[in-house]
């Protein structure tokens, strides 16, 4: 939950600035966003459990075409990111959770976009 209802555009912004991806795609059901879900990849799946657990906004990694041209209808914001640039902040979070619990225990994280925006 955010601290105040923020307009969908500049939510928006925030999430392509912080996860320092090249753009995103909305989905606009003209709403403030102020209680947020997240899907790191794929979210599609995901809708109506966000929608049931009272969210007005769900970031993820990929919705498609129809379910963000739907999202006025289904009545919550749609925010896609791209896979990659949720999949790897998840798995930065991780690897430090990881080394936290348990040191001694080797891991890597690999950097594997390979998808461009031109």
Same mark, same amino acid.
């Given at each position: 939950?955010?601290?105040?209802?923020?307009?969908?555009?500049?939510?928006?912004?925030?999430?392509?600035?912080?996860?320092?991806?090249?753009?995103?795609? @909305?989905?606009?059901?003209?709403?403030?966003?102020?209680? @947020?879900?997240? @899907?790191?990849?794929?979210?599609?799946?995901?809708?109506?459990?966000? +929608?049931?657990?009272?969210?007005?906004?769900?970031?993820?990694?990929?919705?498609?075409?129809?379910?963000?041209?739907?999202?006025?209808?289904?009545?919550?914001?749609?925010?896609?990111?791209?896979?990659?640039?949720?999949?790897?902040?998840?798995?930065?979070?991780?690897?430090?959770?990881?080394?936290?619990?348990?040191?001694?225990?080797?891991?890597?994280?690999?950097?594997?976009?390979? +998808?461009?925006? @031109?």
């Amino acid at each position: 939950t955010l601290d105040t209802p923020t307009p969908l555009a500049d939510f928006a912004n925030q999430v392509k600035e912080r996860l320092r991806a090249p753009h995103l795609l @909305v989905g606009d059901a003209h709403r403030p966003a102020l209680r @947020v879900a997240l @899907v790191g990849g794929a979210g599609k799946d995901s809708i109506a459990a966000a +929608i049931a657990a009272g969210a007005d906004t769900l970031v993820s990694g990929e919705l498609g075409y129809h379910a963000l041209t739907d999202a006025e209808s289904y009545g919550i914001n749609l925010v896609e990111a791209g896979h990659y640039f949720t999949e790897q902040q998840i798995l930065t979070r991780f690897g430090a959770l990881l080394s936290e619990l348990a040191p001694e225990l080797p891991y890597e994280i690999y950097d594997s976009n390979r +998808i461009l925006s @031109v």
